[in-house]
């Protein structure tokens, strides 16, 4: 079945620096998701990516959808405590409505 | 104002004992999913209604059941809850166009005794 790999499985960033999240589909998708969970909370969504090579940003987080339209980064800057918790992504396949999620990325952030 | 909401937020049962988790929509979408998510996991899919039709994950235990009464509202009954099935329930919806996106409710908390 459709499966979709996300690394790191953590993050530790100092405060201030950069980091990127990676997600990879074995198959072609539809769209991808970009969700973002506090701990304790549920997942939010952040954003969607549908075109080929699509690359939006919100604030200090942008995101990527690969040429293909089997993967997709995110990649955050200047990295603030609010960015604490985890970062999944989930895939559309084509022709589908049930997304498959990655594992997620839980960052953590060092003052 | 919410648009996906779950009821209880916590739950606490006994091993065994029936509960049933309830989520409602404002959203009238036409797909309601239910995940489970255990500790630093990701979402699994449990099931999901597509308007009336259900459709059960092929690995979703015989123990989780679901009802769909109107578009509005989605029930996740669990008939024996086991020490495993402790763990956040989520309920989502999301429409039927593949670029909808899916709307997560704030989750019920089951702890099982």
């Known amino acids: 079945g459709q499966q979709v790999m996300q690394i790191p499985q953590y993050q530790h960033v100092q405060e201030g620096e950069d980091f990127t999240t990676y997600c990879n589909s074995s198959?072609?998708?539809?769209?991808i998701q970009w969700y973002k969970q506090r701990p304790g909370g549920h997942p939010v969504f952040l954003i969607q990516?549908?075109?080929?090579?699509e690359v939006k940003k919100q604030k200090r987080l942008t995101f990527q959808f690969g040429e293909a339209k089997k993967n997709s980064s995110l990649h955050i800057t200047a990295t603030q405590t609010t960015d604490v918790g985890t970062y999944f992504c989930?895939?559309?396949?084509?022709?589908?409505?049930?997304?498959?999620f990655g594992a997620g990325t839980t960052v953590t952030v060092r003052a | 104002d919410a648009m996906v909401i779950q009821n209880p937020r916590y739950q606490v049962t006994q091993f065994g004992k029936p509960v049933t988790l309830s989520c409602s929509q404002t959203?009238?979408?036409?797909?309601m999913y239910w995940y489970q998510q255990k500790s630093s996991q990701a979402p699994k899919l449990l099931f999901h209604y597509y308007d009336k039709d259900f459709n059960n994950e092929a690995d979703t235990p015989d123990n989780f059941q679901s009802r769909r009464p109107n578009t509005s509202f989605c029930f996740l009954d669990i008939r024996s809850p086991g020490l495993g099935d402790a763990a956040m329930y989520l309920c989502?919806?999301?429409?039927?166009?593949?670029?909808?996106?899916?709307?997560f409710g704030p989750g019920t908390r089951l702890t099982v005794l």
């Open positions: 989502a919806t999301g429409g039927s166009d593949t670029t909808d996106t899916q709307y």
């Open positions: 990516l549908v075109k080929s090579g």
């Open positions: 959203l009238n979408h036409n797909v």
């Open positions: 198959t072609t998708l539809s769209n």
């Open positions: 989930a895939g559309l396949p084509a022709n589908d409505y049930k997304l498959s």
